[in-house]
């Protein structure tokens, strides 16, 4: 559980820093030139090295080995994203044989759909949220415009009441006969809301419903345990809290139940690895979560996550998420010491176990403000319409750079600083 009992001062903030026992580890991670604060690590986490060293190494397996690499280290390699898979599975408490990394968020999304979604004139509609991240959305109603169904009378969207959170109640209510299957955020990209997974998939499952969860926004800061949540599938991407690079491969979790479920995209590498290379024109589909593979494995772009994973072995997810509710809870208590005057507020969950890894800091001018923050060395992360999304990422965050961040703001807002910058919206934010 997250400290309650903050103090204010720059004595404080380093004085917690010393007790961290996480401290060490911010020494294997790049900082940004000009030592800026990064607080954008759920947008992309920055670079360690020990991902550059598992990446470095690919690269001389590539050089020294060529088409042999596939046949060094008893198959490592050739089964990477397995074995990768095996150690993504500690983070949710599944099975090793249950997940995958393969592919990119969307691209797994399409998959899930295209395997579970088998609509029927009684049971044929696709229930979702209006907050997720849009990409969801363009997935699933891409998969129905290839049914050659139409979107507006196949998708179910619980509405938001105030445009912040999801109200788990409206889900379960919307859990009808006509539902097929449901797709919903573990942590809401905004607001940082934390869903009641478990909660959410018995209802679901009680129906006769498949459920499926998006951990992009949750996985590496959040622990999950499948094994209590039990959902039929999963993906997310591995580039934000878990650092593995800009575009990292992802990772996909397929509940043991459903193996021999046909896949819905097959390709090459989902096949059995002991047919693979007799290379019939009859898929032999595998027999676990590797068979929802489809191409062969992005291995530089997989390489980093094997460094990173090491860093989690020894940090240890309970105490990554330890430290990230201690940092979020000091920076909503400064905010609330400090920033409400200049007209910061937050609509993050306060409760430690309805909060994500990051701060919804709201202000009317927050886009500016954005601007105004890296002219501060900070790096913060912008959401339409007012939030600027503060990601302390307990590995390399510290809370001297939480007290700092607040610094620049409370003179961003004494100064009205924001007035400088036009509120004019670039291509990236």
């Known amino acids: 559980m997250a400290n309650k009992n903050f103090k204010e001062g720059l004595d404080y903030a380093k004085e917690l820093d010393q007790k961290d026992p996480l401290r060490k580890f911010k020494d294997r991670f790049y900082q940004l030139e000009g030592n800026k604060i990064y607080m954008d690590g759920n947008s992309l986490g920055l670079a360690s090295k020990d ?202 979790y397929i509940n043991k139940k459903h193996f021999g479920k046909t896949v819905g995209l097959s390709g090459w590498y989902g096949n059995k690895d002991e047919t693979q290379f007799q290379l019939k024109h009859q898929f032999d589909q595998a027999l676990d979560a590797t068979a929802w593979q489809t191409g062969t494995p992005n291995m530089l772009s997989m390489a980093p996550l094997q460094g990173v994973l090491d860093i989690y072995d020894k940090a240890g997810l309970d105490r990554i998420r330890e430290k990230s509710l201690n940092l979020t809870a000091y920076l909503m208590y400064l905010v609330d010491a400090r920033l409400r005057e200049y007209g910061y507020s937050y609509n993050n969950p306060t409760d430690d176990e309805k909060r994500g890894g990051h701060v919804a800091l709201v202000h009317d001018e927050a886009y500016r403000i954005c601007l105004a923050l890296k002219n501060h060395n900070v790096i913060p992360d912008y959401r339409e319409p007012n939030v600027i999304r503060l990601a302390p990422i307990a590995l390399y965050n510290t809370y001297e750079d939480g007290y700092r961040l607040i610094d620049a703001l409370e003179i961003i807002g004494k100064n009205k600083e924001w007035e400088k910058y036009s509120s004019e919206r670039t291509m990236v934010m």
């Not at 095996?86 to 797994?108: D, M, Q």
Request: net charge negative.
């Open 51 to 252: 991902a550059e060293a598992a990446l470095i190494n690919m690269f001389e397996i590539w050089k020294t080995k060529g088409i042999l690499l596939w046949n060094i280290e008893d198959g490592f390699y050739f089964q990477y994203a397995q074995k990768l898979g095996e150690r993504l599975a500690k983070l949710i408490n599944a099975e090793g044989n249950e997940v995958i990394v393969a592919g990119n968020t969307t691209i797994n999304i399409h998959q899930m759909i295209a395997t579970f979604w088998k609509p029927t004139k009684e049971r044929y509609k696709i229930l979702v949220d209006d907050l997720n991240f849009p990409t969801d959305r363009y997935a699933i109603d891409s998969q129905i415009l290839l049914k050659g169904l139409k979107v507006e009378d196949t998708i179910k969207v619980v509405k938001s009441k105030d445009g912040i959170f999801i109200d788990e109640d409206a889900v379960v209510e919307a859990m009808t006969d006509d539902v097929a299957i449901i797709l919903l955020p573990s942590a809401l990209y905004r607001s940082s809301q934390l869903l009641d997974m478990e909660r959410l998939t018995k209802e679901a499952h009680k129906r006769g419903i498949y459920i499926g969860w998006d951990l992009c926004h949750s996985i590496g800061g959040v622990p999950h345990d499948f094994k209590k949540i039990n959902p039929d599938f999963a993906i997310w991407c591995n580039y934000k809290y878990l650092s593995a690079g800009p575009g990292a491969s992802a990772g996909l």
